[in-house]
């Protein structure tokens, strides 16, 4: 049987819903109402609001999402996936599985503090999506783990990493970033991105791969 590459491997665990990947419609709806998000924070964009960005009339989205919750849960679950797969892809190109690591957490670091969402929730509902990343953040943390959890499996079944229990330590890594997306203000050097390369070669690499690299400082 051949083995999955890591691409394959992080593709299936970005697979978004069978409801997602059979409804253009409801595909259409979440990135409405992700755009609306990023605009204008969750209060302040309505369903009005959303079906018009989608093109569709209000009880069409109520019909896929009977509460406004669920569609905010669901938009949010969406803007996350994209996100992955997108950093998927650039660690994908890697061929390094410590430089996987490394550009793994420096550009989960960035995202957690630069993404257009993630900056307007916190400008205008900070209480909001704290909670929505913490209490109420399971689907969320499950999402980024299983991700994270996916890049160490395909390193330890190569042989790239040692053995180790990666569902703990992806959950260590997923939670450091959502908490970066809560509480930005950090001691991490956030603002260099040479500087952040370096702190994760010298604090991250060895919790994962139980070395820290030649070089690093």
Do not use: K, W
């Not at 970033?177 to 040479?194: G, K, N, Q, Y």
């Amino acid at each position: 049987m051949t083995t999955p590459s890591p691409e394959e491997l992080l593709a299936r665990a970005l697979t978004v819903p069978a409801e997602d990947a059979d409804d253009e419609v409801r595909t259409r709806i979440l990135d409405a109402a992700a755009q609306g998000f990023r605009e204008g924070g969750i209060r302040r964009t309505s369903v009005n609001d959303i079906a018009r960005r989608a093109g569709v009339g209000r009880m069409t989205v109520y019909r896929r999402f009977p509460h406004r919750e669920q569609l905010v849960t669901a938009a949010l679950l969406f803007e996350a996936r994209q996100e992955l797969r997108a950093l998927g892809r650039a660690l994908s190109a890697l061929d390094d599985i410590e430089e996987q690591l490394v550009e793994g957490f420096v550009r989960g670091v960035e995202t957690s503090r630069g993404h257009p969402l993630f900056v307007r929730l916190r400008e205008t509902e900070p209480e909001d999506v704290a909670l929505r990343l913490t209490i109420r953040g399971a689907s969320t943390l499950d999402l980024v783990r299983t991700f994270v959890v996916t890049l160490l499996d395909a390193g330890v079944a190569t042989g790239r990493l040692r053995s180790m229990d990666t569902h703990a330590t992806a959950e260590i890594l997923a939670r450091v970033a959502l908490s970066l997306v809560t509480m930005p203000a950090t001691a991490l050097p956030v603002d260099d991105r040479d500087a952040l390369r370096e702190f994760a070669r010298a604090h991250v690499l060895p919790l994962v791969a139980g070395r820290t690299p030649v070089g690093a400082r």
